[in-house]
């Protein structure tokens, strides 16, 4: 027997009735459900036996026949097959409907599609079909015509004049006759022929009917079949009836639908055969015709049927549309077994590798491998025995068994929301006392998480697949890095961080700090208060402490200095131990190392809580130029180690070392920076935050020139924004004096405060500001700033009218929050949808095109430097130094940092490099044009799923990005900017933006014109004398530089506001906008400071450009005036230049023009209709699909997702697929062999005799 889930593809087209009753098991005739006494199903009702199989497994209605020994029988006496009951989920019924009805989808989805074919409106044909009015469909030999409409008192007419000599009919049956007697073919021929000299709206009406007709023709659906002469029934599991506590019944609203459909059609037949009048019989039919709609699409004409408590049915359309619906709710995402969620703790005692699991979910999610150990080694004779051991949980040897069980086994931990591919990871499980599950600190930051009662979700891998994956893969200490920038995501946080800075740092005041000396002898001693008199304050305490500035003591004062002198790292120990020595003095000590001329020694100058510091940390890391000799004995970290430095350390771990060795030296690091930030004993009070006292002074600055201000205003002499904007300049400088003032009132101290937001362990200077210096200038809800500054701050506390301008900021920040949360959501699942099917597929692709990346700039400011654009790409050619001739890169290597910087420093500015727009895979893009992997620094695999992760790289960030839509420029009456979340919104989308910029689509000279009172601008061209005229909208303002004889080039800009990006692609180019759109979204990003780097925004690119509109098919097999993939133009073209270079030199190319859609669109236009029809407008997308009788190749992710199949990416390629396991075994001599099957055998019998 074939395998049922081997296919390659899958195809949607209309049913057939003959297919529908073939698929049926028997006519549904009887609205009944069950009986209510015996609560058995009726007999040829909506659950009947007989149809759709037995309630109970092998079991008939009657029980004449019990067991499975009877399996396959039919019952004489009821009808029933002794099968499983279980059938009852895929046994389909039907209805015989007796008069035909529309299906509504196709007469009522936009466009109509039976309204396309008849060339009737949806207008008239709505009317038709629900008998309001007549349509002709045999004129015979009146002057009538074909597909007349007739209204009652027409038709009378009619048929007092012509009597029988025509046909005209209304309802379903009229429009069947009218599609039964269309050739398609024909059709279509007509259609074509009527294109070639039609315009305007009538060629577009003309191309929309083509394309259904086309379809038609293509698919081999029949045009007849639209309209429906039997109903499926769908299997009754599937519509389920449960009892409820008070004997009553809940039931799925189909049941109610389909009940109405059935007793209207019994009424409509009992009419029939009674022969009751046309009117009665016409009422019914557009009952029956209401009755089918409702149960397909309610709601979609008309008021939507409703159910007992005035709730619309859902029908089926509803059951697959929306959140809820059958796709997105149980085909792309399932709810699974061994899983369990608890609250998370923090265990700062775990390794980067482990979590701690309760002991009370262990056992229950490992159940199965327990209760198998427990029969394995004997401590239960049976699964029964061991089932009820492992419930009771009393045995020690259930214990022991889950210890072993447990050992090997990693699991994964999820947090909701999972934004990207690192809020779920595997761990080592260790049991723990208590409920809650222990997570490590470091993983917090990946998870986003934080114990304020936060869950988090354990799932067991089952097969040693899943866990072989799991361990190699989704480790927790294997996954260091970002993949949406390559940086550390595992960086110490809060309390590491503090505990890192106070080891580090140099403090003044401890004991067994240097002495300092008036002469080189060192006899007069002079105090440390004396040494910060000398040198005039020039100097922190922590620089006159540190050996850096010693040289400079001496020369410029003649101080000396002399330090304690330890004879090695363990003696300063025992001396900071004993009290002698603080943490924080610095020190002479004798390191010492073994060397190649034995034990080697030097003596440098320290504090020991840096000697401390780097106890952990491999000494080869690149901070320091080991290349000096006099540098050889240096403390690697020898510098006060804050966030930022951190990250960098953690970077060049994982550089130079790698992740297990970075892992280890993380957990050291973690631990000492609890460990001494307990010791530091930092905490805060109300008198660490210290106001500065120049604060008075400044604010009655501010006071004076805001009074000058306003009686300016006052005389006349300035205008009321002018007057604003000046008041609201002051304040601004009084607030950034203030802040000034406060940051150098607090350096050099070791104010607990200041060390935290120094060290970036909590809080940042803007907060300090607030409970320290002054709030400052606040914005009204609607994002203008009040004049009204708080001058108070947290210390001081607010009055009154202060408090109420402060707490309109803080609703805003929480409304704002939850707005940016939902929105930024929305738009990670639309760019996941527009990706899923990017994936690495070749090695390379070959091609021949690149693009030129520079530095990223935002006026003078660089964004994004040309060396982060070019780490981890492929140079299209070769790199050399322009100066040297030294080869810089290659096109067979990715470029490194090192060679990165190379390239900068030798004043190269653009490198044209292999990029994702250009690449010419067919499905998925190549290695060479995508580069390196981020999340391993190291080339991309075949098989990475990088389109996902481009999505989760753009999206994850979203929430941090302000939802400040307006932000308006330094000038007064400036120009309005998108910004932030929406900003990108509008970029992907390819919006034309609200303030756009008109661009000049030609070079030439400018002049403006005026015509009725608006104001145009003309481009002529020097040369060919071209001309542009553009008309200025109202409000829109002409730049600057734009005057009147001004040269412009071609896609200048001409007014103020951002570019449409589909300008840009008509007057510049596929490489113009693929960088402008690369430009703009880093720019909305990296303005609120976060990392992306740029082939995650191409990945995206790419799949806007992916569609091309033919203009010419030339003499390809291609349609002129339709959207195709870009890549399938190419295709096409390629043949004919085959077929040319074989000499039909005639032939003629497509032309095509590039179509730049947004990615809502974007991912609607995929070849697969089961990504499209789960992403968004499922019903428009499934009756577009079964028109055309479209196949989904199953190419992308979540096509096979749906169906349930391994996605094609990773593990789940068929590449991967199909390897055949090779077992090799070492010989004695130590010689690999590869083995048969028998010798294998053999092996396996030996050894385990043995």
């Known amino acids: 027997m074939e395998n049922q889930n081997e296919f390659s593809s899958i195809r949607i087209g209309l049913a057939s009735p003959e297919k529908i009753r073939a698929w049926s098991y028997g006519e549904v005739t009887k609205p009944e459900t069950i009986n209510y006494r015996t609560l058995k199903p009726e007999k040829d009702g909506l659950y009947c036996e007989k149809i759709f199989g037995p309630t109970k497994d092998w079991e008939c209605h009657c029980g004449k026949y019990k067991r499975i020994r009877y399996k396959g029988k039919v019952c004489e006496r009821c009808g029933v097959e002794i099968t499983r009951s279980k059938v009852r989920r895929e ?417 003044e005041g401890e004991p067994g700090q240097p002495r300092f000396f008036e002469d080189e002898q060192r006899t007069k001693e002079i105090s440390f208060e004396d040494v910060k008199a000398k040198t005039g304050g020039k100097y922190t305490d922590s620089q006159l402490l540190c050996a850096d500035k010693d040289e400079a003591l001496v020369s410029d004062y003649s101080i000396y200095k002399s330090y304690k002198i330890y004879r090695d790292k363990d003696e300063a120990m025992m001396a900071y131990q004993e009290g002698s020595l603080g943490m924080h003095s610095p020190a002479e000590i004798r390191m010492t190392k073994e060397g190649e001329n034995g034990v080697e020694s030097a003596v440098i100058t320290t504090t020991i809580g840096r000697v401390i510091f780097n106890n952990p940390i491999p000494q080869d890391l690149g901070f320091v130029d080991r290349k000096k000799p006099e540098n050889e004995f240096k403390l690697e970290i020898d510098f006060v180690v804050k966030k930022g430095e951190l990250g960098k350390i953690v970077d060049k771990l994982i550089s130079v070392h790698g992740v297990a060795v970075a892992s280890v030296a993380l957990d050291a690091v973690k631990a000492q920076g609890y460990k001494y930030s307990t010791v530091s004993g930092t905490t805060v009070a109300v008198c660490d935050a210290l106001i500065p006292d120049a604060k008075k002074d400044f604010l009655d600055e501010a006071e004076k020139k805001v009074d000058e201000i306003t009686l300016n205003y006052n005389y006349g002499l300035i205008t009321n924004d002018e007057r604003s904007a000046a008041v609201i300049r002051a304040w601004e400088d009084c607030t950034n004096k203030v802040t000034n003032e406060l940051t150098s009132n607090f350096d050099g101290t070791h104010n607990p405060i200041h060390m935290m937001v120094d060290s970036g362990a909590r809080g940042s200077t803007a907060q300090l500001r607030q409970l320290a210096g002054m709030r400052g200038l606040i ?185 400040r839509t307006f932000h308006t420029g330094g000038i007064a009456g400036g120009e309005d900017i998108t910004q932030g979340l929406p900003r990108v919104e509008e970029l992907f989308e390819a919006r034309k933006p609200k303030q756009y910029a008109i661009l000049s689509e030609i070079d030439g000279t400018v002049r403006f014109e005026e015509v009725k009172k608006a104001q145009h601008i003309v481009v002529t061209n020097d040369e060919t004398l071209e001309e542009k005229k553009y008309l200025v909208p109202y409000g829109f303002r002409i730049r600057e530089e734009i005057t009147e004889g001004t040269h412009v080039v071609k896609g200048q800009e001409l007014t103020y506001g951002s570019k449409n990006p589909n300008d840009i692609l008509a007057i510049l180019g596929e490489e113009a906008v693929y960088n402008y759109l690369i430009q703009e979204v ?115 992710l979540k096509e096979n997702v749906i169906i349930g199949k391994l996605v094609p990416a990773g593990t789940g390629m068929d590449v991967f697929r199909d390897v055949d396991v090779i077992p090799s075994y070492l010989s004695a001599d130590g010689k690999e062999e590869i083995l048969n099957l028998e010798q294998l055998q053999k092996l396996l019998t030996n050894s385990a005799s043995e």
């Open 91 to 507: 046994r389909m019924g039907h209805i015989e409907l007796a008069a035909p009805v529309s299906h509504i989808w196709y007469f009522k989805g936009i466009p109509s599609r039976l309204g396309l074919v008849l060339d009737i409106s949806p207008r008239y044909l709505e009317k038709v079909l629900y008998f309001a009015l007549y349509i002709v469909t045999d004129p015979g030999d009146t002057p009538l015509e074909k597909m007349q409409i007739l209204n009652e008192k027409e038709y009378d007419d009619m048929r007092e004049r012509y009597e029988d000599d025509f046909e005209a009919g209304m309802g379903a049956e009229a429009i069947k006759k009218l599609l039964q007697d269309i050739d398609v073919f024909q059709l279509r021929d007509e259609l074509n022929a009527e294109l070639e000299n039609a315009t305007g709206q009538k060629r577009v009406r003309l191309l929309k009917r083509l394309d259904v007709v086309d379809a038609f023709c293509k698919s081999g659906n029949k045009l007849e079949w639209m309209i429906l002469d039997v109903i499926p029934v769908i299997p009754p599991d599937i519509r389920p009836m449960v009892q409820l506590d008070g004997g009553r019944f809940a039931t799925s609203d189909l049941n109610d639908l389909y009940r109405r459909v059935i007793n209207r059609n019994n009424r409509l037949k009992r009419l029939l055969e009674l022969g009751a009048p046309d009117i009665i019989v016409r009422n019914e039919k557009r009952m029956l015709q209401e009755a089918v709609d409702a149960l397909i699409d309610n709601g979609r004409r008309g008021r939507p049927v409703t159910g007992p408590s005035n709730r619309p049915l859902k029908s089926l359309s509803d059951m697959l549309k929306g959140k809820q619906g059958r796709f997105r709710q149980n085909l792309l995402g399932k709810r699974v077994d061994y899983s369990g969620r608890s609250v998370i703790v923090v265990g700062p005692e775990l390794k980067m590798h482990q979590c701690g699991l309760p002991k009370e979910m262990a056992i229950e999610l490992f159940k199965p491998f327990v209760m198998k150990r427990l029969v394995a080694t004997g401590a239960a004779s049976n699964i029964k025995s061991a089932r009820k051991k492992v419930e009771r949980a009393q045995d020690p040897a259930v214990w022991d068994a889950l210890e072993v069980v447990i050992k090997d086994h990693p699991v994964m931990l999820n947090r909701a929301p999972t934004l990207h591919r690192l809020g779920i990871q595997a761990f080592e499980p260790v049991l723990v006392e208590g409920r809650a599950i222990k997570l490590h600190p470091l993983a917090c930051t990946a998870f986003n998480a934080d114990f304020d009662g936060d869950q988090m979700a354990v799932h067991v891998p089952l097969s040693a697949e899943a866990q072989a994956e799991a361990r190699l893969l989704m480790l927790a200490a294997n996954n260091l890095l970002k993949p949406s920038d390559g940086k550390p995501v595992t960086v110490p946080t809060q309390d590491m961080v503090i505990g890192s800075y106070y080891l580090t740092m140099i403090k």
């Open 779 to 963: 914005a009204n809800t609607a994002g203008k700033t009040i004049e009204i500054p708080i001058r108070a701050n947290y210390r001081e506390g607010l009055n009154i009218l202060e408090y109420f301008i402060s707490s309109r900021g803080a609703r805003k920040g929480l409304a704002d929050t939850a707005l940016r949360t939902a929105d930024s959501g929305y738009l990670t699942r639309r760019l996941v949808d527009v990706s899923q099917d990017v994936i690495i597929r070749d090695e390379d692709c070959g091609c021949k095109e690149g693009i030129v990346v520079k530095a990223i700039m935002d006026g003078n400011r660089e964004l994004e430097s040309l060396s982060e654009r070019l780490v981890g790409r492929f140079p299209l050619h070769e790199v050399t130094d322009p100066n040297t001739g030294e080869v810089l890169a290659s096109p067979d290597e990715m470029i490194s940092k090192d060679a990165a910087d190379k390239i900068v420093a030798a004043g190269i500015t653009e490198v044209k490099i292999r990029s994702l727009i250009t690449c010419k895979s067919r499905h998925g893009v190549c290695r060479k044009c995508y580069g390196s992997n981020l999340a391993f620094n190291e080339p991309v695999q075949v098989g990475e799923a990088v389109g996902i992760i481009a999505a989760q790289s753009i999206g994850e960030p979203g929430t941090q990005l302000t939802m």
């Open 1082 to 1196: 880093q720019f909305a990003y990296r303005t609120q400071g976060v990392d992306i780097n740029d082939k995650h925004i191409e990945v995206i690119v790419r799949q806007m450009l992916k569609k091309c509109m033919v203009d010419d098919a030339g003499d390809t097999d291609l349609v002129s005036g339709t959207m195709v993939d870009v890549a399938a133009v190419e295709e096409a073209n390629d043949i004919i230049d085959a077929r040319i270079a074989a000499g039909e030199t005639q032939l003629k190319k497509a032309m095509r023009t590039p179509l730049l859609m947004g990615i809502t669109k974007a991912s609607l236009a995929t070849d697969s209709f089961l990504s499209a029809a789960s992403f968004q407008e499922t019903t428009r997308v499934l009756t577009d699909a079964a028109i055309k009788g479209k196949v989904d190749p199953l190419i992308g």
